[in-house]
Structures are given as C-alpha cells and as structure tokens.
C-alpha cells in the first residue's frame, strides 16, 4: 500500500469518466456534487438514511433539532437529483447503504464511496454489504481511514478512546479486505491541505482493473508516496507542544508503526 501527498478531488480526476457511481453516507451532498462532477456519471445513486428514523445508529447522536437539519438535506438532495444539472442521472435512496443494497444487481458498480458509520461493525457491514455489488474492475473507497483518537478536522484530541474504538475504521477496512478478496492500494494525505483524516482507495485482489490503474496513474502525479509494506501499521496521529494549551499548535502526522 502507498500514502500519497494527494487529496480525494485530486485523485477523483483519474477515476474513469462516466461510470455507475455511488456515495454511502451524502448529508449535505458537498462530496456527491463534487464526485458527480468530476467523474460526470452514467449514474449516480446516493444512499443516506437521513434520520428517518429517531433513535437508529448514527441519527440517534442527533438532536431533534439536528434531525431536521438532516431532513433538510433529504429534501435538498431529491431537488438535485431532479434538476437539470443532474439530468435523471442521480437517483437519491433514503435508507441505510446495507438494507439498500440489495435493490442493485451484483457487479453493478465502478466506483463506491462509503462514508457511513464510525464504527467497525458499520463500516465493515457497509464495504462487504456493497462488495458483491462491484464489477471486478471496480474502486472501492472509503473515508476515516485513521486513528480515531486524533480528531483531525477539530484539531483536537478525543476523550481517551479505548485502542479497539480509536482504531476501528483501519481495522474495519483491512479485515473487510482480507475476508473479502480486495486489497487497499493507496490512502490519500489530506491533513496539510484539507486538515482531515486520510480516504483508502482499493481493488480486487487478482484483478488488474481501474483500481490498479488509479493507482498508475495517482503515482504518476503525486509530489510524494510512501510505500508500506502493511496497511495496519499505518495510522494518523498528533504531537502536541510540551505545556501547550492551543489546539492551533497541535501537528498532525502519520506513523508507520
Ligand atoms: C460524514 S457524513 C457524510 C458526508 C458526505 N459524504 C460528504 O463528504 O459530504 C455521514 C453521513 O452518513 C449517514 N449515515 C449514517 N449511517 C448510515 C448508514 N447506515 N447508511 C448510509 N448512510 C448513513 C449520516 O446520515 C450522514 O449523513
């Protein structure tokens, strides 16, 4: 596996054009947008339960009042999908990414984006829920690829998570690949650029399809890669000052262990 000094809209430049697409996880559709964009999609399909119901998973770390700021979004994205930019071609979904799966044929897509759950047994039940549902050729990714102890994006370090919480997106990824026949290729470095956690890009083991070529071509152009020989000892993590107070002065960096 590499790291690479390139961000996920970078890397989204080389992902093949007009492919069936998907995002897992869309909230605002900040990222859907981008992605239908720039890989200008046959199809896109967004899958985002956006707390339709009260107290499940993810929405019931949600306010009442933060709950209808996710309808809202709901009602945002189906105004998007029926507007002339995405002409027919984005079609939103409002249920969890594992129960929408199976209304997709197996090896429907090119290209899935999952950013769901914080979790190992959500995301794990995200990438293996969606893995049948992957040409051969496809990319797989998925975002969070990091120590969660280090909450890169608030610069700020969480309450003492124990080791099976702090590293459980990394965990969740590898053990997906691993009972599942794919391999991570590459994560993206964004703390610099975009001060958040790394995005894993991965194809089927075996296969030299798009995954494979991504990858050509992400080395191609990256200012810098870090090759490691396992994904696992890969983690983002943080160094603060002796006696420093100010979460600004706080550095992020990544340790191969
Ligand atoms: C971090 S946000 C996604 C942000 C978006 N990908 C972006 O970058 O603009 C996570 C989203 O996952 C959604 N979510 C939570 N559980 C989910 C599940 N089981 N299936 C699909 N989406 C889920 C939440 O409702 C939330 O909107």
Redesign the pocket.
């Known amino acids: 596996m590499y790291i690479v000094g390139m961000n996920f809209h970078q890397v989204l430049e080389f992902v093949p054009k007009k492919g069936v697409i998907a995002?897992?996880?869309?909230?605002?559709?900040?990222?859907?947008r981008r992605m239908f964009k720039t890989t200008d999609a046959a199809m896109m399909h967004l899958?985002?339960?956006?707390?339709k119901d009260e107290d499940v998973?993810?929405?019931s770390l949600h306010s009442a009042e933060e709950r209808q700021d996710?309808v809202g979004?709901y009602n945002e994205m189906v105004s998007w999908s029926e507007s002339p930019e995405a002409g027919g071609r984005v079609n939103v979904i409002r249920?969890?990414?594992?129960d929408?799966a199976s209304s997709f044929e197996d090896k429907y897509f090119d290209f899935v984006?999952v950013?769901?759950?914080d979790s190992y047994d959500?995301f794990y039940g995200?990438l293996a829920a969606y893995a049948p549902k992957m040409k051969d050729e496809a990319i797989l990714s998925g975002?969070d690829y990091y120590d969660m102890q280090y909450a890169t994006h608030k610069m700020r370090l969480r309450d003492r998570l124990p080791p099976t919480q702090s590293l459980c997106m990394i965990h969740a990824a590898n053990d997906f690949c691993e009972m599942h026949g794919w391999e991570i290729l590459f994560i993206t470095d964004e703390y610099l650029p975009a001060r958040r956690p790394p995005r894993f890009f991965a194809g089927k083991v075996g296969v030299f399809g798009d995954a494979h070529r991504l990858l050509d071509q992400v080395l191609r152009v990256t200012p810098w890669a870090v090759e490691v020989a396992n994904p696992r000892d890969v983690r983002q993590t943080m160094v603060t000052p002796l006696g420093s107070t100010n979460p600004e002065e706080r550095r992020f960096f990544t340790k191969i262990i």
């Open positions: 995002e897992l996880g869309v909230k605002r559709g900040a990222n859907a899958v985002d339960p956006w707390a998973g993810y929405a996710f979004y249920d969890y990414a594992a929408a984006y950013d769901t759950l959500g995200d975002d």
